[in-house]
């Protein structure tokens, strides 16, 4: 599933994530790469243990945290911390590659698998020209370049690339999702279940019969896939 999940960040939010980039100590992307896919990177990323990297960290989550919709769509059970990127000048783009399917979380032997791929806009489609997010699936051949606080979830196990940034600098925010819900079919299937059930419950109320009938599928549905 590919969804563009809408406001993640509020404009403080991003005006504040803006500052704290503006002074941070931008270093060699390839740093978090694997073998294959250090081979197509070219682009800057903050060190994960410096104080910016935290404050941005928390910023994000925060974000996550009071977001229904995303909370729906990837019904995370672990999130990795997220990664902050930067792509312009001579370090402006990322070839096709995928994503590892596990990551040790930073200063543990805890490993997540990488069920679902974000990344969070921070800077404006006008700030810079290319840079788009180009994701290759079943879906298709998609192309996101979103809206500053805006999010892009997608299958981890995607090709996709960053096209080169040919004029100003694209900042975002990844990081990787350990879904309670393994397969991408079975978390479409629940993300749809669930929207179609806030439209019906907006129209006839909670306490509605078909309404608490079908809340009760959803969660018989989870009971069955969940791994938790």
């Known amino acids: 599933m590919l969804l563009h999940v809408r ?11 803006t500052e704290v980039l503006a002074q941070a100590p931008w270093g060699d992307g390839r740093v978090t790469s694997g073998e294959q896919s250090a081979q197509v990177k070219n682009n800057e990323q903050l ?7 935290k404050v941005l960290q928390d910023l994000v989550l925060r974000g996550l945290q009071r977001h229904p919709i995303f909370f729906s769509a990837a019904l995370p059970r672990h999130i990795s911390p997220p990664l902050f990127n930067r792509y312009g000048g001579t370090n402006n783009s990322f070839g096709n590659h ?3 399917a596990v990551r040790y979380l930073p200063g543990t032997a805890e490993r997540i698998r990488t069920d679902v791929s974000c990344t969070v806009f921070f800077s404006e489609p006008d700030d810079y020209e290319g840079g788009e997010l180009v994701i290759e699936d079943t879906f298709g051949s998609k192309s996101v370049k979103l809206a500053a606080g805006d999010m892009v979830i997608y299958p981890g196990n995607s090709v996709h690339r960053v096209n080169p940034v040919t004029q100003g600098h694209r900042l975002a925010s990844f990081f990787w999702i350990q879904s309670m819900v393994r397969s991408n079919e079975q978390r479409r299937l629940l993300f749809d279940m669930d929207m179609h059930l806030m439209q019906l419950r907006t129209q006839v109320g ?3 019969p078909a309404v608490i009938g079908l809340t009760g599928t959803y969660h018989n549905l989870l009971r069955m896939w969940l791994d938790v």
């Open 47 to 53: 060190p994960e243990a410096c104080e910016e990297t």
């Open 206 to 208: 909670e306490t509605d």
């Open 7 to 17: 406001e993640v960040l509020t404009p403080d939010e991003i005006r504040r994530a």
């Open 98 to 100: 995928v994503d590892s």
